[in-house]
């Protein structure tokens, strides 16, 4: 009963969480299980620091279940500006999260990783060389380079007021 209700009361979060890695639903629905399942079998391990840590501990987790799968089905091609896919239309005149989720997911897979990792999750780029297996320089050079990549992203879409 007790491993129900954390599902449901994390479910949602770590939907979008996983939803900012992975692009194909299937592959978000797979990690959720995956990463459900190791929460629910490390349980025991866990150690209480604070009001937000359950979740902070359950993120990681989530968080090594998408950096796995995105190695299994693409190892990670860091550089890769030759490969970019034609861009959309713009969709709005203003900023809103989910528009702007939904460029960082045209980002290629290099690049989104680290700007999820780096940007979004808060993690150092000593930690992202840890879990991506790059130096913490090829970390701060992806990272350069998948913000002006978004920044391109951003002015064809119309966002220049955002771009500084």
């Given at each position: ?57 359950i993120?990681k ?75 913490e ?9 998948a ?18």
């Amino acid at each position: 009963m007790s491993e129900k209700l954390l599902y449901e009361r994390y479910v949602t979060v770590m939907t979008r969480l996983c939803q900012r890695y992975l692009k194909n639903d299937a592959e978000v629905q797979d990690v959720l299980i995956d990463g459900f399942i190791k929460v629910f079998d490390k349980l025991k391990t866990f150690e209480y620091r604070g009001e937000q840590s359950l979740e902070i501990w359950i993120r990681k987790i989530m968080i090594n279940e998408c950096l796995m799968r995105l190695r299994k089905s693409n190892p990670l091609v860091l550089i890769d500006e030759e490969k970019q896919e034609e861009l959309v239309q713009p969709a709005h005149n203003g900023p809103e999260a989910k528009e702007i989720i939904r460029l960082i997911h045209l980002l290629p897979p290099g690049y989104r990783t680290i700007i999820n990792l780096y940007v979004i999750d808060g993690y150092s780029h000593k930690e992202i060389s840890h879990f991506l297996g790059i130096t913490e320089s090829a970390s701060r050079s992806q990272l350069t380079h998948a913000r002006n990549k978004l920044k391109e992203l951003l002015k064809i879409h119309g966002w220049n007021g955002m771009i500084n």
